[in-house]
Structure formats: structure tokens, C-alpha cells
């Protein structure tokens, strides 16, 4: 197999990859264009916040992880987590979710300020739990 990636059957597409950017590299033309668009809504959100790959998908991460997004056959896999996606039920409503993701179709417009406003909102949740965790005494 010289050059070419070998995917596990079941396997996500990115396992194998070390960066954001080998992760969207893997797919057509067309996929790569919303994965780097979702990737520039998220960075804006969360400016603070580190790329990685966790679970063989983009992540953000900001003391804990923010947000992962994935490329499926035919959807964009968004997943804050389940405190997340209960914070937005009314408008992630239109849309197939479940405890911790959402998928937006591929045949439908982006979501853009979705995207954003769950990523914002995800920051400010991880920097009330850091901020309680410095400010709780030490247990002992």
C-alpha cells in the first residue's frame, strides 16, 4: 500500500491523522470546503482554544473539550457534548440529534451562527467549571 491510507473497517477517517489539517486533506474537494469553513467559525468562537485530534475527529480544546466535528457520508457530525446540545434544543429542533451531537445535512445550508453560538457557549461553560475548580477549597 505505498502512500495510500489503510482505514479499519468501522474506523472514523481521521484516526489516523496527527492534525486538523491531514484530517480535511483525506476528503473530496467539496468536503474539504465546509470542514475548513466549520473549522474558521469554531476558531473564531473559541480564539483561546487548541486544535486537536481526539476520538479521530477535529477538536477544540480549552481546558476540556469543546467541540469535535466530523465528515460523514452525508452529514456534518457537530458534537458539544450534552450540555451542549441541551442548551440549544429549540434550535437544533430541525435537525437529527442526539445526548451529545448533531448532524447537519450536507444538502442544507450550514448553520453558521449555530455553529458559532454553540461553540461560544461551550467556552463559557468550560471557564465556569475551571473557574470553580480553582476557586473550591482543597479537600483534605
Not at 502512500?3 to 474537494?29: E, N, Q, V, W
Not at 476558531?43 to 481526539?54: D, F, L, T, W
Not at 473539550?65 to 456534518?76: D, E, T
Request: net charge positive; aromatic share 10%; hydrophobic share 40%.
Amino acid at each position: 500500500m505505498s502512500g495510500s491510507l489503510k482505514k479499519k473497517k468501522g474506523s472514523r477517517p481521521g484516526t489516523a491523522c496527527a492534525s486538523i489539517d491531514g484530517y480535511i486533506a483525506l476528503f473530496p474537494p467539496e468536503r474539504q470546503k465546509i470542514l475548513s469553513e466549520v473549522r474558521e467559525i469554531i476558531r473564531k468562537a473559541a480564539p483561546g482554544a487548541v486544535e486537536k485530534i481526539s476520538w479521530g475527529m477535529p477538536t477544540f480544546y480549552q481546558g476540556e473539550n469543546l467541540v469535535h466535528f466530523a465528515a460523514m457520508k452525508n452529514h456534518l457530525g457537530f458534537y458539544p457534548g450534552a450540555e451542549g446540545i441541551a442548551a440549544f434544543q429549540k434550535e437544533i429542533a430541525p435537525y437529527k440529534s442526539s445526548k451529545g451531537a448533531v448532524q447537519f445535512p450536507y444538502d442544507q445550508p450550514l448553520p453558521r451562527g449555530l455553529i458559532a453560538a454553540i461553540t461560544r457557549y461551550r467556552v463559557k461553560a468550560a471557564r465556569k467549571k475551571d473557574a470553580g475548580q480553582r476557586a473550591a477549597p482543597a479537600k483534605g
